[in-house]
């Protein structure tokens, strides 16, 4: 195939989702791979397109609160207030399954993970359309989320028509994602809403993003996000990394005083978390395709109950040991 074309037309893209076709839309979280939810045929094409595995079910993107909810049955209470405040917004409510929804989509679990997106193309796209879209973020499995249109290109662009330009993701960084222990909000994924907002509703709300073997959250993989080179976790690096052209750093806040032979990409000079998490993605990607060997990074301070947690569960699914 070809290489995608790369347009900002909402129809267009609508045109070919009608046609049963896979096409990349931006989102506020990261860029997803987009297609028809209730067709089967569709979906597994999707899995194909990023290689992804099929215990490992996909979100669905609606319109509307009263769209989405068409697809869930025995919905707490809480999930109608959350869904209130965050949406459109980059929160994931996963709820009972009334099946209406296929189970390659669910992965047979009896539950759906639903999501109404805010970014203005997107709602657009949805508006033009009848069905509600699944959509995993449009990266390799396993690999760096895209937060730009030519993130999505340099990776899927010959196995997909049409990529949708939205301009950098808002967030960068996917929705924060909440299932429900009798009738109570637990963290599945920790993403763009900090979970101190949901625990501003919530106090009690556990944080339960942990892979194990039979995840509940099965993408919750150990490895995940992470760019093909070697990425070190330390605390504090030693001088003779400092002194290596070879290593690059991932800082976060002023650098005054400190010298790199390599090179510091800084997340955000001011210590802003939300500008850090936005550079994410784009940074590892960035260290990927240049000239070094080793990226060396730091925890996030925990200063408020902003994004730092989930800045922090980046860094150790990107850290994480492929073999783990
Ligand atoms: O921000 C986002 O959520 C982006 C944009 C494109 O919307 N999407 C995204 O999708 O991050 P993906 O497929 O990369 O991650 C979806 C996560 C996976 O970890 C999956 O296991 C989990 O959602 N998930 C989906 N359905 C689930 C369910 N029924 N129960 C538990 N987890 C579920
Ligand atoms: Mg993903």
């Not at 609508?14 to 990349?24: I, Q, S, T, W």
């Not at 609606?62 to 917004?89: M, N, V």
């Not at 101190?196 to 099965?218: C, E, F, H, M």
Request: hydrophobic letters at 40%; proline letters at 9%; a positive charge.
């Amino acid at each position: 195939m070809n290489q995608a074309t790369i347009g900002n037309d909402p129809e267009e893209a609508a045109r070919r989702l009608r046609a049963g076709e896979v096409v990349a839309l931006p989102t506020e979280t990261v860029y997803g791979l987009a297609g028809n939810a209730l067709d089967a045929q569709v979906v597994l094409n999707i899995f194909r397109i990023k290689g992804r595995p099929s215990f490992d079910p996909l979100i669905v993107h609606c319109k509307d609160q009263e769209d989405a909810f068409r697809y869930a049955t025995r919905i707490p209470s809480a999930a109608f207030r959350l869904a209130e405040k965050f949406w459109p917004g980059p929160l994931t409510l996963v709820l009972k399954s009334p099946g209406i929804i296929p189970d390659v989509v669910t992965a047979g679990l009896g539950t759906v993970a639903l999501r109404v997106p805010s970014h203005p193309l997107f709602r657009k796209v949805l508006d033009l359309i009848t069905f509600p879209l699944a959509a995993p973020s449009a990266n390799p499995f396993g690999y760096v989320s895209p937060t730009s249109a030519r993130h999505v290109a340099d990776q899927l662009g010959a196995k997909i028509g049409y990529i949708l330009d939205g301009g950098p993701c808002q967030h960068g960084m996917e929705s924060t994602i909440v299932g429900f222990e009798r009738g109570s909000p637990v963290i599945l994924r920790l993403g763009a809403i900090p979970a101190g907002q949901i625990r501003d509703l919530y106090p009690k709300t556990q944080i339960r993003v942990l892979a194990s073997s039979n995840p509940k959250a099965p993408g919750q993989l150990h490895q995940h996000y992470a760019p093909s080179k070697r990425v070190m976790w330390l605390a504090e690096a030693p001088a003779s990394l400092l002194r290596d052209k070879s290593t690059a750093f991932l800082a976060f806040g002023p650098q005054e005083g400190k010298e790199y032979a390599g090179t510091c990409f800084n997340l955000s000079p001011a210590g802003d978390y939300h500008e850090a998490a936005r550079n994410f993605y784009r940074v590892l990607r960035e260290f990927d395709a240049g000239p070094w060997q080793t990226l060396i990074v730091q925890p996030f301070p925990a200063l408020d109950n902003g994004l730092s947690e989930t800045l922090n569960d980046r860094l150790m699914r990107v850290t994480a040991s492929r073999n783990s």
